[in-house]
């Protein structure tokens, strides 16, 4: 069960600073492993390649915002995606058009604050899972599938219980459906709970806390009355 070969990365992306392991060869999948830090890759990274696995380790991928930036670019058949933080790109996850059997298993990723989250293209069956990622806080959708197959997005957390909400976060294209039930109801990085606690109490109201009474100064004493919420 020999490994075919490197994976090919856009090299146009090496000067960017990031960093891996040495490649694993591993039942007949080639498994690349990004050393853990916080990279600043203003223009992603492109993974090309047959029977891979992209593991980030929690690794954080950060853009610059600007358009036509892709987080992470797939293009390949069975490439597994996991561990990544993908945040701050015009497209978080392109996914390669899945004609020729190419096919992706995104898992345990966090992809949030990108213009588009993840993009899909797959017009055959059984192709793509995504699941198991925190995909929410995305401008325009969490995820845009053109593809004409149906497209397995089960057990994720999108940043909401509500699934009117999660539905119109999704694009899907006239041909396609988006299998997105059951979703997770809490999001699976803990980062990403502290900011969905934030904005879900967001309330207009107020949890009342009083303070101490301060000292007499002059015949009047004062204490500090603070709405926690708020």
Partial sequence: N?????IDVNDENLQDG??????????GQLIHRMIYNNYTI???LTFSGD?????CQGSRLIGNG?????????NGKNI??????IENYSLGIDLIDSTDFRSYTIINNSILDNRL???SFSNLPNTITISRNDIFNNFYHNLRHEGTSN???ENNWWGTNDSVNISNKIFVGSDGSVDFEPYAQIPFFEENKISDNQTENETCTPNWQEGQWGACINGYQTKEIRDINH
């Fill in 42 to 44: 203003s223009h992603g």
């Fill in 18 to 27: 990031y960093d891996f392991t040495e490649d694993l060869c591993t039942n």
């Fill in 80 to 85: 597994t995606l996991m561990n990544c933080r």
């Fill in 117 to 119: 989250g993840i993009l």
């Fill in 2 to 6: 020999d490994c075919d070969g490197k």
């Fill in 66 to 74: 600007s358009i036509r930036t892709e987080g992470i670019a797939l």
């Fill in 51 to 55: 029977n891979l696995v992209i593991d």
């Fill in 151 to 153: 497209l397995n997005a």
